[in-house]
């Protein structure tokens, strides 16, 4: 069992910045992927971003390409999305999975799950 714990999450004004982390830990980590997933009220979840752990190759929505930037930190067990620029309708709950054999990476099709951090963005 692998679990994700979210952090980071806030309110910030519109065109700044915030940065989010993801701790995995139980048993040895050795997922094929880690993405970022956000939720808005009255909408579906939707993919954001992922990471292809042990090759570190980076996957975007559309909507926060240019924008936001994922990362991970393999010694840390920890994956991090970095928002920039950010806009009002990027307002959502993020959630962190992660996937632990080769599948497609943009869709809901992963194995864990955090319980998710709020993200708030308003003038």
């Known amino acids: 069992q692998v679990q994700l714990v979210e952090s980071g999450g806030g309110w910030v004004q519109p065109g700044g910045s915030l940065r989010l982390s993801c701790a995995a830990s139980g048993r040895t980590f050795g997922s094929y992927a880690m993405g970022w997933f956000r939720q808005a009220p009255g909408k579906e979840r939707e993919f954001v971003a992922a990471i292809r752990w042990t090759v570190g190759i980076a996957y975007y929505a559309d909507s926060v390409k240019g924008r936001f930037a994922i990362s991970r930190d393999s010694a840390k067990n920890t994956v991090y999305l970095h928002l920039n620029s950010l806009k009002p309708e990027d307002t959502a709950v993020y959630y962190c999975?992660?996937?632990?054999?080769?599948?497609?990476?943009?869709?809901?099709?992963?194995?864990?799950w955090g319980r998710g951090t709020q993200v708030t963005v308003s003038s």
């Open positions: 999975a992660a996937m632990a054999a080769p599948g497609p990476i943009a869709t809901s099709d992963y194995d864990y």
